[in-house]
């Protein structure tokens, strides 16, 4: 794809609803179509940062009408930041944090399995403690996830697994400096790699890797645009689409287009948003583009699900 067809596409939000808000505090979202479903799951807890943190995993046939399907949890520990992974097997795989600890937390990814999105075996730790697999992806025969540390030294690592469980250090040191940490990873078909990588600190500025088979090798850029809970999404036709948080003028969680060529960043549609905002899930479903999120522009934080039209 080219960057003038980047620059010509445009977007529109059809419909919003507000499908979680149940709880205080519900947010961190992710969103999967599995078995002719919607599955959409995200944290539930009292606040942000509390340390009550469960997993709730909602259902729907049409994306109207949910119902919840599961709700995980572990005593006394906080689960944050589910993310769906759809197997090779015909499963579904389940990625999140376990934090525990009050004044220093640790974190430890555990993962759980489902063959039907409603009924989950146990938490499995996975990767290294602390160092926080934050989204996986298949790709021909093997998952891959990149994993952030979440003490000094701050570097990002890539993992590699045939099973989705022994996850084994891929690229060991894949970013270091300007604290990398969440990431949206997506593979084309011709097999090359995409990852798009937040940092904070003194370089928050997002960064957009690329690498070929056996992705070991990447080549990053620098988008110059600070970004928050971003996921990648690849259209049927090409096109690279994130969602992210913005942080330029009012905080807002936006879905952008995303130009590797060029190195760009281009937002295309801010979604109904503000305040502690971000963190969806996106889905390319009967040629609309359908996003998870959470926001609280409303008063309470709640999880909300857009349906945007893309055109050319």
């Known amino acids: ?61 049409d994306g109207r009408s949910w119902t919840s ?52 075996g146990d938490a499995v730790p996975v990767g290294e403690p602390g160092v926080w697999v934050w989204r996986a992806a298949w790709h021909d025969g093997a998952m891959y996830g990149v994993g952030y540390a979440t003490r000094e030294p701050r570097f990002a690592r890539l993992y590699r697994s045939t099973d ?19 990431s949206g ?7 090359t790699a995409f990852c798009l990588l937040r940092r904070d600190g003194a370089e928050a500025t997002a960064l957009l890797g690329r690498a070929l088979p056996p992705y070991q090798d990447w080549r ?3 988008l110059g645009t600070q970004v928050g809970g971003p996921a990648l999404l690849r259209l049927p036709d090409g096109r690279l689409l994130a969602g992210v948080r913005l942080h330029d003028g009012e905080v807002r969680t936006a879905i952008c287009a995303v130009d590797p060529a060029r190195g760009e960043l ?9 305040g502690d905002t971000s963190y969806p899930g996106l889905v390319w479903h009967d040629g609309l583009l359908w996003v998870s999120y959470y926001s609280s522009h409303e008063g309470r934080t709640c999880v909300y699900l857009a349906e945007v039209r893309m055109t050319d």
């Open 69 to 120: 399907a599961a709700v995980l949890r572990q005593a006394g520990v906080d689960l944050r930041d589910p993310r769906f992974v759809t197997r090779p097997d015909g499963r579904l795989q389940l990625l999140a944090a376990a934090a525990t600890g009050e004044t220093t937390k640790t974190f430890q990814t555990v993962t759980w399995h489902s063959g039907d999105g409603r009924a989950w």
């Open 266 to 274: 281009t937002e295309l549609v801010a979604l109904p948003s503000g």
């Open 1 to 61: 794809m080219t960057s003038s067809q980047i620059r010509r596409t445009t977007a529109d939000v059809a419909a919003v609803h507000r499908i979680g808000d149940s709880a205080p505090h519900s947010a961190f979202t992710d969103l999967v179509r599995y078995a002719g479903n919607w599955f959409c799951a995200f944290r539930e807890a009292r606040t942000h940062l509390s340390d009550d943190g469960v997993i709730r995993v909602l259902t729907s046939a």
């Open 185 to 191: 990873l997506v593979f084309t078909p011709d097999g």
């Open 220 to 222: 990053w850029t620098d």
């Open 164 to 182: 989705g469980v022994d996850l084994q250090p891929w690229v060991p040191l894949l970013v270091e400096g300007g604290y990398p940490n969440e």
